[in-house]
């Protein structure tokens, strides 16, 4: 039985350490022509799972070569502030990457300061500029939980091509990005949400089923498709359960599914990596 679950796993936390050792030397690079890759983040400092989310962010970044900064952002910063603060990024070419980690004070306009920052700082992915891109089918950086989805399928040589995607999820943080990703790479794509009939037969119907709705465990082994490919994005804390848990009950799926992401373990890991990869493009990117 362990020898089968193990051929199963989306090992994200595998493939997110060879992406980022796989950037040190284009870092290094970097710096010895006098440019440090940088990433500056605003950040609720009241939010202990964003905060916590951040500084792994840059422990990681730092491990590889890359500085940064975090502004805090509390219940008494003003609009005026964080406006401020994102134009001061946008024009320092020391910065190559601005996140404004989600989700902000309630109090704040999100939407505003996503639009003031625009897509070439965007390394998130999350900007309406950037989505729009997406959309288009133009260059820019793409959204980075999803990119670390494709970058999974891709190390474990899953094609999308002709397959049938559901997305349950429709955030533009991660299910609608998610489907155009998936569009993109010639799959058809269902996206699915709270609104949804018959969600559980829905998804007996994927090739590849993305979980993005933030429901603990929602998704149940006899809601996947024999032979379907799992991509679970959800954390959920669950009182007197000592790990998060995913949107997806593990112990069933794996049962079902011909390969999973674990969590934790899986997708995570893989949207730090490749939030940190559009930190290093955009450095790179700075040259000319």
């Known amino acids: 039985m362990e020898t089968e679950q193990k051929t199963k796993l989306l090992d994200g936390r595998a493939l997110s350490k060879r992406v980022r050792e796989s950037l040190k030397p284009r870092v290094q690079a970097l710096r010895e022509i006098g440019i440090i890759p940088r990433l500056d983040v605003l950040v609720a400092k009241n939010d202990p799972a964003s905060v916590a989310y951040v500084r792994m962010k840059h422990k990681w970044a730092e491990e590889i070569g890359i500085v940064g900064e975090s502004y805090p952002i509390s219940e008494d910063t003003d609009q005026s502030y964080v406006m401020r603060k994102i134009a001061e990024l946008n024009n320092d070419d020391s910065v ?139 954390y959920n804390k669950v009182e007197g359960r000592e790990m998060d848990v995913g949107d997806v009950h593990f112990e069933s799926a794996v049962q079902v599914a011909e390969w999973i992401t674990p969590v934790p373990g899986g997708v995570g890991p893989m949207t730090v990596a490749m939030l940190l990869s559009n930190v290093v493009d955009a450095a790179e990117r700075s040259r000319n």
């Open 96 to 234: 190559h990457g601005v996140l404004i980690q989600h989700p902000l004070p309630k109090h704040l306009d999100e939407e505003a300061a996503l639009i003031a920052l625009g897509a070439e700082k965007d390394v998130d992915g999350i900007t309406p500029e950037s989505l729009g891109l997406l959309v288009s089918g133009a260059k820019g950086f793409r959204c980075a939980t999803p990119l670390g989805m494709m970058r999974l399928l891709d190390e474990y040589g899953i094609s999308c091509e002709g397959k049938h995607a559901v997305v349950i999820g429709r955030s533009v943080i991660l299910g609608k990005p998610a489907a155009l990703m998936l569009l993109e790479r010639n799959a058809t794509v269902t996206i699915c949400h709270s609104k949804t009939r018959d969600l559980p037969e829905i998804c007996r119907h994927a090739d590849i089923l993305v979980a993005a709705v933030g429901r603990p465990e929602l998704i149940k082994g006899d809601w996947i498709k024999p032979g379907a490919v799992v991509l679970d994005a959800g």
